[in-house]
Each structure stands twice: as structure tokens, then as C-alpha cells.
T-cell receptor, first 114, second 113 residues
Framework: DSGVTQTPKHLITATGQRVTLRCSPR?????VYWYQQSLDQGLQFLIQ???????AKGNILERFSAQQFPDLHSELNLSSLELGDSALYFC?????????????FGPGTRLTVL | AQSVTQLGSHVSVSEGALVLLRCNYS??????LFWYVQYPNQGLQLLLK??????LVKGINGFEAEFKKSETSFHLTKPSAHMSDAAEYFC???????????FGTGTRLTIIP
């Protein structure tokens, strides 16, 4: 158990819908990262927040957005969902933003778009 | 752009045999290097990482990796495979000056009884 929790574990929805994925980092970790894992794209970094502020952006679509709240939990919002958004979405956390900081991964949320 | 290449999407070894999973990175500057393992229906777990210092890095579950700058490689090894090692293994890199963890395509390790 990494100490990172993600809810829900599974999510099934339809095209065009909007969903919110939630992540609680390990106690004391200030950084939260979001990743997408799909068969065709592999594991891709989406976005990072550090202590409530956006820190780095990766291959995140404009239809996707995220935020980190004062209690440090984070939410990833996915809107206007398409079939291709079906994937496993991971959240990770680390103590700071130091290069080489270990990122601890949650168990993921499996999103299925029908 | 910094990238990481894992040679072999599938590797099979017999129980008790040497495990060797290959990873090469493209960079003229030594990056930070990681190996993660993903068991079925689970998240990723850090096996080991190289930041600075000793180039032979020991990790959990008997795994180790050696950073070889001249070969731009960070291969993962384990002297004796166990059935519980069956999983997917990802090599990842954070280039210096870039905080984005970039993953390889993964290698699925199968252990033959």
C-alpha cells in the first residue's frame, strides 16, 4: 500500500459525459501528479500540482482539467468524453518537487467510455 | 527530447534463472533513472532509482540496476527469478531540468515454472 488513495476504482460512462476522479496523496506529500495509461499511448504524464499550484503540464487535453485543494487532495476532471479516453488514470504523490523525488502511485481509476 | 527505450516488450525466463530487462535512455546529460513494477490490476511500485553517486543501485525484492553512462543504459537484473516476479516493468527517466517523469513502453516478464 503506497498510501495514495484514488476513487472511484472503476467508472463506466457514456461519450459526451463529464467525470471527476479524486486522489488523496500520502500524508505529508505536497506534490500530486496525474498519469494516463492506455494500450496505444502507454503511460503518459498529464499534469502536476504542488501545494495547490499547477507546476508542470504534460500531454493533457484541453477537455481535461485538474486542481489541488487546500487539504492537498486533487481532482482530475474529464469532460466531453470520447471513446479514446478509456484508460487507467493514476495519481502519484511526492514530498516536494525535487528532481529524483520518489513518486508513490495510487491503485488507479479505470475509466470506460461507452 | 528525452526518451527511454525498453528492448523487448515480453521477456520469459525460467524460475531460478537470471532476469535481465534492458533500458536505454537518450540524453547527453545523465538524467535521473527509475525502475517501476506494476502487478496485475495494481498501481506502480518503485523498485529502485539512480540520482547521483554509486552507479550500481540496489532495490527491493533482490533487483538491482547499473547506470552506464558510456552505454546510456540502466538495465535491471535479478540473479534468480521467482514466480512472484511476474509483472510489467517500466523504466523511467527525469531529465535534469525537467520534472516530468517519462516512461518506457514497459516489459512484461513471465516466469516459467
Amino acid at each position: 500500500d503506497s498510501g495514495v488513495t484514488q476513487t472511484p476504482k472503476h467508472l463506466i460512462t457514456a461519450t459526451g459525459q463529464r467525470v471527476t476522479l479524486r486522489c488523496s496523496p500520502r500524508s505529508g506529500d505536497l506534490s500530486v501528479y496525474w498519469y494516463q495509461q492506455s494500450l496505444d499511448q502507454g503511460l503518459q504524464f498529464l499534469i502536476q500540482y504542488y501545494n495547490g499550484e499547477e507546476r508542470a503540464k504534460g500531454n493533457i487535453l484541453e477537455r481535461f482539467s485538474a486542481q489541488q485543494f487546500p487539504d492537498l487532495h486533487s481532482e482530475l476532471n474529464l469532460s466531453s468524453l470520447e471513446l479514446g479516453d478509456s484508460a487507467l488514470y493514476f495519481c502519484a504523490s511526492s514530498v516536494t518537487t525535487g528532481l529524483g523525488d520518489t513518486q508513490y502511485f495510487g491503485p488507479g481509476t479505470r475509466l470506460t467510455v461507452l | 527530447a528525452q526518451s527511454v527505450t525498453q528492448l523487448g516488450s515480453h521477456v520469459s525466463v525460467s524460475e531460478g534463472a537470471l532476469v535481465l530487462l534492458r533500458c536505454n535512455y537518450s540524453s547527453s546529460v545523465p538524467p535521473y533513472l527509475f525502475w517501476y513494477v506494476q502487478y496485475p490490476n495494481q498501481g506502480l511500485q518503485l523498485l529502485l532509482k539512480y540520482t547521483t553517486g554509486a552507479t550500481l543501485v540496489k532495490g527491493i525484492n533482490g533487483f538491482e540496476a547499473e547506470f552506464k553512462k558510456s552505454e546510456t543504459s540502466f538495465h535491471l537484473t535479478k540473479p534468480s527469478a521467482h514466480m512472484s516476479d511476474a509483472a510489467e516493468y517500466f523504466c523511467a527517466v527525469i531529465p535534469l531540468g525537467n520534472e516530468k517523469l517519462t516512461f518506457g513502453t514497459g516489459t512484461r516478464l513471465t516466469i516459467i515454472p
